[in-house]
């Protein structure tokens, strides 16, 4: 067959872009007898280091204009059209409304948190990300009408999806992430780890945590517990939160600033693949309190770095996490500051979470994941099935 991916993702270094990504890296491993073609933009088509190394035969599409949405329903139908594919799979939520008949659609849904009122995951969202919402809300609810196969990444996923869309849950099919390969263990005062410490003004013992511009991220939260494990404890870790733009670490530093904590928080900002590995392997734990969460990659990341997670009880979290975690309310801050309070005084309890979190992050495969795409894409052909007719993909509850 001919399989196009749509790719447009794949530069785009976190959560669906970071499954774009290792997904492409898994399936160029894998022995197949089929043709590809991944659908980029066309800047990145012109990089193509920023893609993974792909085995010959594979084709790179150059889609025209930068604007997501118009590229998705106009172009992208077009250049399938053109270059007569069979199968295309959409791993980013959405998908064009109008394929030519003739193409099986496979979609990767994550999660459906745009289907969700608002205040379940906290706050006001930006304008930015009110109109995204719409658009992908507009896109889904249409699934049931053109999909041929419809993926998920966790069981929690799958019951939304089946809840919000009215998709049977038998045609759903799970295909768990995992942490890509370089987030692993390091040896403890290694050359590289060291030097991204100093780098970022992280010598001493500290608490590592992703922060979002995003409500559901839960930032404010991560620093009111923090405000009150230094007010509760003589414990005297820093907090490193990284991921922030510019303009949230003001708005968040000013919030650190008031709570007499200015030189306790480090916001490191964006920072690569290769340095958030040593920040997860020299952090005294990671705290991920998201109030929802399709998947929660980074509770795996932190695991197979050997780092102790105290993490969510909400979404899709507790599900990747198991017995490896520490699970609190993402809205309870006492819990959470009594959280890390906990681990940080007990080298016992560090020593445990880390040797369950090693096991239950090498319990997931993008290996696995790959072979069941490809399943996926293999017993779809145009007119067979689709999600309407309750047909599963692949077998859905693995790991």
């Known amino acids: 067959m001919r399989i196009g991916i ?3 993702l794949v530069t785009y270094r976190r959560g669906m872009g970071n499954y774009v990504y290792s997904l492409l890296d898994s399936v160029s491993r894998m022995p197949n007898r089929h043709e590809l073609f991944l659908f980029v933009n066309a800047a990145d088509a012109r990089n193509p280091q920023i893609l993974p190394k792909m085995p010959a035969g594979w084709k790179v599409i150059a889609l ?3 604007n997501y949405a118009v590229q998705e329903q106009i172009a992208l139908p077009a250049f399938v059209l053109r270059n007569r594919i069979d199968v295309l799979h959409c791993p980013a939520n959405t998908f064009p409304l109008f394929l030519p008949a003739k193409v099986a ?7 459906v948190m745009y289907l969700m009122p608002q205040k379940r995951l906290g706050g006001r969202s930006s304008v930015y990300q009110r109109l995204g919402r719409a658009y992908r809300a507009l896109v889904v609810r249409r699934l049931r009408r053109r999909a041929a196969s419809l993926l998920t990444v966790s069981n929690r996923s799958a019951q939304d999806i089946a809840s919000y869309l009215g998709v049977p849950r038998s045609a759903i099919a799970v295909t768990y992430e995992a942490a890509p390969p370089r987030f692993r263990r390091i040896e403890a005062g290694s050359e590289s780890v060291n030097a991204v410490r100093a780098r970022r003004k992280l010598e001493s013992d500290f608490i590592l945590a992703l922060g979002g511009v995003d409500p559901r991220k839960n930032t404010d939260a991560v620093l009111m517990a923090y405000s ?3 007010r509760r404890s003589n414990l005297r870790h820093k907090l490193a939160i990284v991921g922030l733009p510019d ?7 000013r919030i ?3 709570a007499g904590l200015a030189q306790d928080v480090e916001f490191p900002g964006f920072v690569s693949e290769d340095e958030l590995v040593s920040l997860y392997n020299s952090a005294s734990m990671f705290v991920y309190p998201s109030r929802y969460e399709g998947f929660g990659l980074p509770v795996l990341e932190a695991m197979s770095c050997g780092t102790p997670v105290i993490a969510s009880t909400a979404g899709a979290v507790p599900e990747m996490a198991g017995d490896a975690a520490i699970l609190v309310d993402p809205d309870d801050t006492r819990a959470l500051s009594d959280a890390m ?3 940080a005084s007990d080298t016992a309890a560090q020593r445990a979470l880390s040797a369950r979190g ?6 997931f495969s993008w290996a696995r994941c790959a072979r069941e795409t490809i399943e996926a894409y293999e017993r779809r052909r145009p007119h067979e099935d689709s999600v309407r007719n309750c047909s599963p993909a692949v077998s859905a509850d693995t790991r």
């Open 358 to 363: 090693l096991r239950r992050a090498s319990e």
């Open 105 to 111: 659609l496979v979609v990767t849904i994550h999660d």
């Open 247 to 253: 303009g949230a670490t003001a708005r968040f530093a």
């Open 256 to 258: 650190a600033e008031r």
């Open 228 to 230: 009150a494990f230094r």
């Open 341 to 343: 309070i906990a681990v």
């Open 6 to 8: 749509d790719a447009r």
């Open 64 to 66: 025209p204009g930068r």
